[in-house]
């Protein structure tokens, strides 16, 4: 808990981080790029927070599952980003419909969001409707990924579900295609968030190519973390009691700093400094199995849009990602959302939901894993405000995903953004950056 005390302590530091998450992760890059010394202190083993990747029996295999797109800029600003690899999905998604699966197309600039509808329009049996529902659902895909965020911010606000309705789509294009897919996007089944994160949610996946981090999510906080001079991150230890001067832990004692960070994510950082809001979470689930062949080779994401089963969206993911299985294994990730089914009997329900999904028979397959995070992603009801301000005062930050969007994006902007905040109250000019930050980038 945030306390008064003045820590007059031999360890002493320009700013110390708590959590050594992608925000934190971030946050400190941004400063030590521009001379200041650094201290990010971790409560767990290993740095990336939410963004982990377990070994198991050869299989890499991701707690959380995150899907990236191509057009998340603060992302593609990460160094090395493109040494490690990005694993792309093929165009486009895969939707089971009417018992069918349909190819939605290749989406990545206003042009080509076009061709979901050509696409759909081409299926043997068009789950969307008919050629003029489909030249609908691309022209509004197409003027979506056109739109600038600044006016997609400035749009009435509501709830993505009275949103969709008002779109203009007919009820079928909805329910078949966009209601799943934002579904997945937001990790909020019953599209209770603010319309506008919706609109940056559906503007990212038109504009870019979704993908996965080439070995695993964890990738990209190992990533972040080698970007810092040696030294910076220390895991294993656990803030118990922190104020502007300094925090003190379990491990280490206390550490002086001329800023504090909070980057530990909502429910931590209201715990340290009372007062902070904890917003509402949605959950999530990723179940992994292994199976004797791939169900399919394609590197595709699949969604359900019929609601016959738990699974939300799979994928072959050593399609996807080689790396992520030992050679000649098969890995399938699948991603359930809201409250999961009881778990004796989770495994024997999604391999049925897989079975229909995939059009083939899944009594051999292999549970690998299954991760249940009940606070997976803070809630972005309306009104969200993306830019919650990260300075509380000078000397006192807070980032994470609960300051921004509920996204890697968001995690990695808040970062960035209170990194910004404390140079200025520092004095210090930022190596990386001289003009003032977009509202959202
Ligand atoms: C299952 C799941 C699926 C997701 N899917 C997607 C997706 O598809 N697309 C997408 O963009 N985003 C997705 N996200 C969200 C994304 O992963 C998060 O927004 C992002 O990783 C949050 O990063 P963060 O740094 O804000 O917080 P965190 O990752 O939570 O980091 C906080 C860190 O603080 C540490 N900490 C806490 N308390 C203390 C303390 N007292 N002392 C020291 N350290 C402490 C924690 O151990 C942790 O490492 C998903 C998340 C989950 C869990």
Same mark, same amino acid.
């Given at each position: 808990?945030?306390?008064?005390?003045?820590?007059? $302590?031999?360890?002493?530091?320009?700013?110390?981080?708590?959590? #050594?998450?992608?925000?934190?992760?971030?946050?400190?890059? @941004? /400063?030590?790029?521009?001379?200041?010394?650094?201290?990010? /202190?971790?409560?767990?083993?290993?740095?990336?927070?939410?963004?982990?990747?377990?070994?198991?029996?050869?299989?890499?295999?991701?707690?959380?599952?995150?899907?990236?797109?191509?057009?998340?800029?603060?992302?593609?600003?990460? &160094?090395?980003?493109?040494?490690?690899?990005?694993?792309?999905?093929?165009?486009?998604?895969?939707?089971?419909?009417?018992?069918?699966?349909?190819?939605?197309?290749?989406?990545?600039?206003?042009?080509?969001?076009?061709?979901?509808?050509?696409?759909?329009?081409?299926?043997?049996?068009?789950? /969307?409707?008919? #050629?003029?529902?489909?030249?609908?659902?691309? #022209?509004?895909?197409?003027?979506?990924?056109?739109?600038?965020?600044?006016?997609?911010?400035?749009?009435?606000?509501?709830?993505?579900?009275?949103?969709?309705?008002?779109?203009?789509? &007919?009820?079928? $294009?909805?329910?078949?295609?966009?209601?799943?897919?934002?579904?997945?996007?937001?990790?909020?089944?019953?599209?209770?968030?603010?319309?506008?994160?919706?609109?940056?949610?559906? @503007?990212?996946?038109?504009?870019?190519?979704?993908?996965?981090?080439?070995?695993?999510?964890?990738?990209?906080?190992?990533?972040?973390?080698?970007?810092?001079?040696?030294?910076?991150?220390?895991?294993?230890?656990?803030?118990?009691?922190?104020?502007?001067?300094?925090?003190?832990?379990?491990? @280490?004692?206390?550490?002086?700093?001329?800023?504090?960070?909070?980057? $530990?994510?909502?429910?931590?950082?209201?715990?340290?400094?009372?007062?902070?809001?904890?917003?509402?979470?949605?959950?999530?689930?990723?179940?992994?199995?292994?199976?004797?062949?791939?169900?399919?080779?394609?590197?595709?994401?699949?969604?359900?849009?019929?609601?016959?089963?738990?699974?939300?969206?799979?994928?072959?993911?050593? *399609?996807?990602?080689?790396?992520? *299985?030992?050679?000649?294994?098969?890995?399938?990730?699948?991603?359930?959302?809201?409250? &999961?089914?009881?778990?004796?009997?989770?495994?024997?329900?999604?391999?049925?939901?897989?079975?229909?999904?995939?059009?083939?028979? $899944?009594?051999?397959?292999?549970?690998? *894993?299954?991760?249940?995070?009940?606070?997976?992603?803070?809630?972005?009801?309306?009104?969200?405000?993306?830019?919650?301000?990260?300075?509380?005062?000078?000397?006192?930050?807070?980032?994470?995903? @609960?300051?921004?969007?509920?996204?890697?994006?968001?995690?990695?902007?808040?970062?960035?953004?209170?990194?910004?905040?404390?140079?200025?109250?520092?004095?210090?000019?930022?190596?990386?950056?001289?003009?003032?930050?977009?509202?959202?980038?």
């Amino acid at each position: 808990m945030l306390s008064a005390a003045h820590h007059s $302590t031999a360890q002493q530091v320009d700013v110390v981080i708590i959590g #050594a998450g992608i925000a934190g992760l971030s946050a400190a890059r @941004h /400063l030590t790029s521009s001379g200041v010394k650094v201290s990010v /202190l971790e409560a767990a083993p290993r740095v990336g927070g939410r963004m982990a990747t377990d070994e198991v029996d050869g299989f890499r295999l991701d707690r959380g599952g995150q899907l990236l797109t191509t057009s998340y800029p603060e992302l593609l600003r990460t &160094p090395g980003l493109d040494g490690v690899g990005l694993r792309k999905f093929s165009p486009g998604v895969l939707v089971h419909s009417d018992g069918r699966n349909y190819r939605t197309g290749a989406v990545g600039s206003a042009r080509s969001a076009l061709t979901v509808a050509r696409a759909l329009a081409s299926a043997p049996r068009p789950p /969307l409707g008919g #050629a003029v529902d489909q030249a609908r659902l691309g #022209a509004a895909l197409g003027r979506l990924a056109a739109t600038p965020t600044r006016r997609l911010l400035a749009r009435p606000e509501r709830t993505a579900l009275e949103a969709l309705s008002a779109r203009g789509l &007919p009820a079928r $294009t909805v329910n078949a295609f966009v209601r799943p897919l934002l579904s997945a996007l937001l990790c909020d089944p019953g599209l209770g968030t603010s319309s506008r994160c919706a609109d940056l949610a559906l @503007h990212a996946f038109a504009r870019g190519r979704m993908f996965v981090m080439a070995g695993g999510a964890a990738a990209l906080p190992e990533l972040l973390a080698r970007t810092l001079p040696e030294g910076t991150v220390q895991t294993d230890v656990c803030v118990t009691d922190a104020s502007i001067s300094g925090v003190t832990t379990k491990e @280490h004692g206390e550490i002086g700093c001329r800023a504090l960070v909070l980057a $530990t994510g909502a429910r931590a950082a209201a715990e340290l400094l009372p007062g902070l809001r904890v917003p509402d979470f949605h959950p999530r689930t990723v179940v992994h199995h292994t199976a004797p062949e791939p169900p399919m080779n394609e590197p595709a994401l699949l969604l359900d849009a019929d609601g016959g089963g738990p699974v939300a969206y799979t994928a072959v993911m050593s *399609a996807v990602d080689p790396s992520r *299985a030992p050679a000649g294994r098969t890995l399938i990730s699948s991603t359930l959302l809201g409250t &999961p089914p009881p778990a004796d009997g989770l495994d024997r329900s999604v391999r049925a939901h897989l079975a229909k999904l995939y059009g083939t028979p $899944t009594d051999d397959w292999e549970l690998l *894993a299954v991760h249940h995070d009940p606070e997976a992603v803070p809630a972005m009801p309306p009104p969200h405000d993306p830019r919650r301000p990260v300075r509380l005062l000078s000397g006192l930050y807070v980032c994470g995903d @609960h300051r921004d969007t509920s996204t890697v994006q968001g995690a990695l902007f808040s970062g960035r953004r209170a990194a910004h905040a404390i140079l200025r109250d520092l004095g210090v000019r930022p190596e990386y950056e001289t003009v003032s930050l977009p509202a959202v980038a």
